[in-house]
């Protein structure tokens, strides 16, 4: 099936750095992804949807300064967490929508970043 | 707000019994997907059901949708061991913008 990557896998960093993770979609394209966080023992939230060439849409409470989106190619979006703090420890799941190749009713996921802030 | 509601919280069976999960939602969908998620791991997708369709089956899953009552159920018969996770369904209304439901932890005991 579509194959979506993460990278990092998992990330350790000292508060009040920024860290990035990078979604992609290694063999389809996908003009629209979505970034996830998901708390212990809790389900995914989703935080925005990231649009390839334009601006991302964020879900209502998500920051958008805090949490920066990029979406600067068809395979290709980043979520960077600026500022991090302890209470953005968490786990972070990208998903891509096939536009052609590949199913188009449904999302593929990527495999997750686990974050954890000092 | 999350939309899908999952019933039970968390199950514990022991193996060969099946499970039965159920998932409720708030909006009319175009699709709805069951997923399952081992622990600190990524999603594995299981089925998906679109609005049209009133059963599907996977192996030993069963998924049903009652939309009139804006309901899911997956059923897994024979569980093993293996199926320890937690299940989660997701609700597409034609955005592809998923939501997700609370989750139902699944364990089997063997």
């Known amino acids: 099936g579509a194959v979506v990557s993460q990278h990092p896998s998992w990330v350790i960093c000292k508060s009040g750095t920024s860290v990035k993770i990078e979604c992609r979609s290694l063999?389809?394209?996908?003009?629209?992804m979505f970034w996830y966080r998901q708390f212990p023992k809790q389900s995914l939230m989703l935080m925005a949807t990231?649009?390839?060439?334009?601006?991302?849409?964020?879900e209502q409470g998500v920051e958008k300064d805090k949490f920066l989106i990029n979406h600067a190619s068809l395979t290709l979006s980043t979520l960077t967490v600026t500022s991090a703090h302890p209470e953005d420890s968490s786990f972070y799941i990208c998903?891509?929508?096939?536009?052609?190749?590949?199913?188009?009713?449904?999302?593929?996921f990527g495999p997750g970043t686990r974050l954890t802030v000092l | 707000s999350q939309q899908g509601e999952e019933d039970p919280q968390a199950l514990s069976i022991q193996e060969g019994e099946n499970a039965t999960m159920n998932c409720s939602y708030k909006?009319?969908?175009?699709?709805l997907q069951w997923y399952r998620q081992n622990s600190g791991r990524g999603l594995v997708h299981l089925i998906l059901?679109?609005?049209?369709?009133r059963e599907k089956h996977s192996g030993r899953l069963r998924v049903t949708l009652d939309t009139s009552k804006k309901s899911s159920s997956l059923l897994i018969t024979a569980s093993r061991a293996a199926d320890t996770a937690s299940y989660f369904c997701?609700?597409?209304?034609?955005?592809?913008?998923?939501?997700f439901g609370t989750g139902t932890r699944l364990k089997v005991l063997a």
């Open positions: 997701a609700t597409d209304s034609g955005t592809y913008k998923y939501i």
């Open positions: 909006t009319s969908i175009n699709n």
């Open positions: 063999d389809f394209q996908a003009t629209t």
């Open positions: 998903s891509a929508h096939s536009t052609s190749g590949w199913s188009t009713d449904t999302q593929y």
């Open positions: 990231s649009n390839e060439g334009s601006k991302a849409t964020y």
């Open positions: 059901i679109r609005s049209n369709e």
